[in-house]
Nanobody
Framework: QVQLVESGGGLVQPGGSLRLSCAAS????????IGWFRQAPGKEREGVSC????????YYADSVKGRFTISRDNAKNTVYLQMNSLKPEDTAVYYC????????????????????WGQGTQVTVSS
């Protein structure tokens, strides 16, 4: 059974850091691109970052560039999203999702091209 489980969310003050994890089971993550998305109340789901499988190409949304870092540990079948310098506008439910091999270039932030999704983890940035 293909499953993705996110963890690591929580409440953090502005300027703080969190590391989200996306653990895969039932399939080998190294053959898949992994995208991180987020959805705030009343807003559409938006792409945050993506890492390809074969060539390791990474994409970031402009809103998180320089603050977030995506990485993967194929031995642990897990992808991470290190989030630094968090802002209140980063508050959202964060999801990871997979698609075969590539983030698909400029489409990396399109939820429609990703197949399996996790259940999400809440990130709240507030003082």
């Amino acid at each position: 059974q293909v499953q993705l489980v996110e963890s690591g969310g929580g409440l953090v003050q502005p300027g703080g850091s969190l590391r989200l994890s996306c653990a895969a089971s039932g399939f080998t993550l190294k053959n898949y691109a992994i995208g991180w998305f987020r959805q705030a109340p009343g807003k559409e789901r938006e792409g945050v970052s993506c890492i390809s499988s074969s060539d390791g190409i990474i994409y970031y949304a402009d809103s998180v560039k320089g603050r977030f870092t995506i990485s993967r540990d194929n031995a642990k079948n897990t992808v991470y999203l290190q989030m630094n310098s968090l802002k209140p506008e980063d508050t959202a439910v964060y999801y990871c999702a997979t698609r075969p091999f590539s983030c698909s270039g400029s489409l990396y932030n399109n939820p429609g091209i990703f197949g399996s999704w996790g259940q999400g983890t809440q990130v709240t940035v507030s003082s």
